[in-house]
């Protein structure tokens, strides 16, 4: 449960950070600074000063880094992204979804948790920048945190217009756990969509 006393007892080629948001950053770069290879789990960080610290801990241990953006092997998921090569160019796609909200003190905590954007929302953005291969040229989202007792960031619509001028839409939604998970990508000569895992 300490990191000093794990650094200085064990010295694995590599780790697997899977604790709690707010503490990524600086175990990542610990574990960097002693020579280890890290997998990370999302989000990086909470904040783009300590994903850049990261960055150049990386630069300096010269050891890899990746972070654990687990959807991506989803067998839906994979094979759709394995489709686009036939839709012709992707133009829009959009992700919608849900989750239930971890009880955990961490996850509830405005200080501690990246709220519904960095724990939910994150794994639908990775998936629209890998599947339309282009990164983000503006975003615009708005977001409630009034609709439940929690107070927290619980349910988001966000539009991203991509460098190469594709349009990728997400919801998300931790107060609507039943919300069925919509995904679709409009090609330049076809469509595709999965619903409840299938692709149709």
Same mark, same amino acid.
């Given at each position: @449960? %300490?990191?000093?006393? /794990?650094?200085?007892?064990?010295k694995? !080629?590599?780790?697997?950070?899977? =604790?709690?948001?707010?503490?990524?950053?600086?175990?990542?770069?610990?574990?960097?600074?002693?020579?280890?290879?890290?997998?990370?789990?999302?989000?990086?960080?909470?904040?783009?000063?300590?994903?850049?610290? *990261?960055?150049?801990?990386?630069?300096?241990?010269?050891?890899?880094?990746? @972070?654990?953006?687990? $959807?991506? &092997?989803?067998?839906?998921?994979?094979?759709?992204?394995?489709l @686009?090569?036939?839709?012709?160019?992707?133009?829009?796609?959009? /992700?919608?979804g849900?989750?239930?909200? %971890? %009880?955990?003190?961490?996850?509830l !905590?405005?200080?501690t948790?990246?709220?519904?954007? &960095?724990?939910?929302s994150?794994?639908?953005?990775d $998936?629209?920048?890998?599947?339309?291969?282009?990164?983000a040229k503006?975003?615009?989202? +708005?977001?409630?945190? !009034?609709?439940?007792? @929690?107070?927290? =960031?619980?349910?988001?619509?966000?539009? *991203?217009? /991509?460098?190469?001028?594709?349009?990728g #839409?997400?919801?998300?939604?931790?107060? &609507?756990?039943?919300?069925? +998970? !919509? *995904?679709?990508? #409009?090609?330049?000569?076809?469509?595709?969509?999965?619903?409840?895992?299938?692709?149709?």
């Amino acid at each position: @449960t %300490q990191i000093e006393e /794990f650094l200085k007892k064990e010295k694995p !080629d590599a780790v697997s950070i899977t =604790t709690p948001s707010h503490t990524h950053a600086e175990l990542s770069i610990k574990c960097l600074t002693h020579g280890m290879h890290v997998l990370c789990e999302k989000p990086i960080a909470l904040n783009l000063a300590d994903a850049k610290k *990261i960055s150049e801990a990386v630069e300096k241990a010269k050891k890899k880094f990746m @972070t654990g953006f687990n $959807w991506r &092997f989803h067998d839906h998921l994979l094979k759709a992204k394995n489709l @686009t090569d036939e839709i012709g160019e992707p133009k829009i796609a959009w /992700f919608r979804g849900s989750g239930n909200i %971890q %009880q955990k003190a961490w996850h509830l !905590d405005k200080k501690t948790s990246g709220m519904i954007t &960095f724990e939910s929302s994150i794994h639908r953005i990775d $998936w629209l920048r890998w599947v339309l291969n282009s990164e983000a040229k503006y975003v615009y989202s +708005e977001s409630l945190n !009034d609709v439940d007792e @929690t107070g927290l =960031t619980s349910n988001e619509w966000i539009i *991203i217009k /991509f460098k190469n001028n594709a349009l990728g #839409i997400i919801g998300s939604s931790f107060t &609507f756990p039943a919300l069925s +998970e !919509d *995904i679709g990508i #409009i090609g330049t000569k076809k469509c595709i969509g999965i619903r409840s895992g299938n692709i149709i």
